[in-house]
């Protein structure tokens, strides 16, 4: 009687262990089952969207362009003096002398001291030879100045100048706008109205929405300076009546906008 007691228990507790395997086994299934599932799923949908852009990338580029003119109203040149001597200060003191009777007609004409800058070097000057190879000359001044004639009927009175005194370095003339600000400003909302025209354009073409702005960039570029010729041979000329009649030009300032827009 004892036995078959002790072996009806035992037969329970293994039957009891099986089904609890069993269990655990068909809960691993499951869980198994349910990864492999997800696993492909998100295999599936990786490929679905390969060579597909995401929506915030879905956008179209547009570029405008504006332009304006305006007249040049500052010329700008260059005078000076160089020169060389063995005593510093000899040279120094002579070359004084002429730009300072270069500034002080300047101020005569109403030139303001904001319209002037100088560059001033001094610097050893050498001669080279075979024979003694490496000598100082001496040491060489140079003063030069840069002049903004705003009053630009007064260029040639301006120029006499470097005949007058003797100023060995003169420069051509160039011309420019004082305030170009403005004119940028004018060509900005030109190249926005164009960038506006062409993008109304492209959607209805294309059929498509335009929805907000990405991306903005703008650059100045096509600036066109018109240099007239100065008609003299020497500077030594200029003493008399001066180059023949100058013409300041214009100047084309030109703004170029890039905007970038997504797609609805």
């Known amino acids: 009687m004892g036995g078959n007691k002790q072996e009806s228990t035992h037969g329970f507790h293994n039957h009891f262990a099986k089904k609890i395997m069993m269990t655990i086994i068909g809960i691993l299934l499951v869980y198994g089952v349910f990864y492999m599932g997800t696993l492909i799923r998100n295999n599936v949908k990786k490929y679905d969207f390969i060579g597909k852009a995401d929506h915030m990338e879905r956008t179209i580029t547009v570029n405008g362009y504006g332009k304006v003119n305006g007249n040049n109203d500052?010329?700008?040149?260059?005078?000076?003096?160089?020169?060389?001597?063995?005593?510093?200060?000899?040279?120094?003191?002579?070359?004084?002398?002429?730009?300072?009777?270069?500034?002080?007609?300047?101020?005569?004409?109403?030139?303001?001291d904001k319209d002037l800058q100088s560059n001033y070097t001094i610097y050893p000057d050498y001669n080279y030879?075979?024979?003694?190879?490496?000598?100082?000359?001496?040491?060489?001044?140079?003063?030069?100045l840069t002049i903004k004639i705003r009053d630009l009927?007064?260029?040639?009175?301006?120029?006499?100048?470097?005949?007058?005194?003797?100023?060995?370095?003169?420069?051509?003339?160039?011309?420019?706008?004082?305030?170009?600000?403005?004119?940028?400003?004018?060509?900005?909302?030109?190249?926005?109205?164009?960038?506006?025209?062409?993008?109304?354009?492209?959607?209805?073409?294309?059929?498509?929405?335009?929805?907000?702005?990405?991306?903005?960039?703008?650059?100045?570029?096509?600036?066109?300076?018109?240099q007239p010729k100065m008609m003299y041979s020497e500077v030594g000329g200029m003493g008399g009546g001066g180059p023949a009649a100058i013409s300041g030009g214009s100047k084309d300032v030109s703004m170029n906008v890039t905007i970038t827009f997504e797609v609805l």
């Not at 060389?84 to 270069?102: G, L, R, S």
């Not at 003797?166 to 170009?180: C, K, Q």
């Open 74 to 112: 500052i010329a700008v040149t260059t005078m000076g003096y160089s020169n060389t001597d063995k005593d510093v200060a000899k040279a120094q003191a002579e070359n004084k002398k002429v730009m300072d009777q270069i500034y002080a007609e300047l101020k005569k004409m109403g030139v303001e």
């Open 153 to 226: 009927k007064k260029i040639s009175t301006v120029l006499a100048l470097a005949g007058k005194y003797g100023a060995t370095e003169v420069s051509g003339l160039s011309f420019t706008i004082d305030e170009p600000e403005n004119l940028k400003s004018q060509a900005r909302d030109k190249a926005l109205a164009d960038v506006k025209v062409k993008a109304a354009h492209l959607a209805n073409s294309l059929g498509m929405r335009l929805g907000g702005i990405v991306s903005y960039n703008e650059y100045e570029g096509d600036n066109v300076f018109y």
């Open 129 to 144: 030879t075979q024979d003694r190879g490496q000598e100082l000359k001496g040491y060489r001044v140079s003063n030069s």
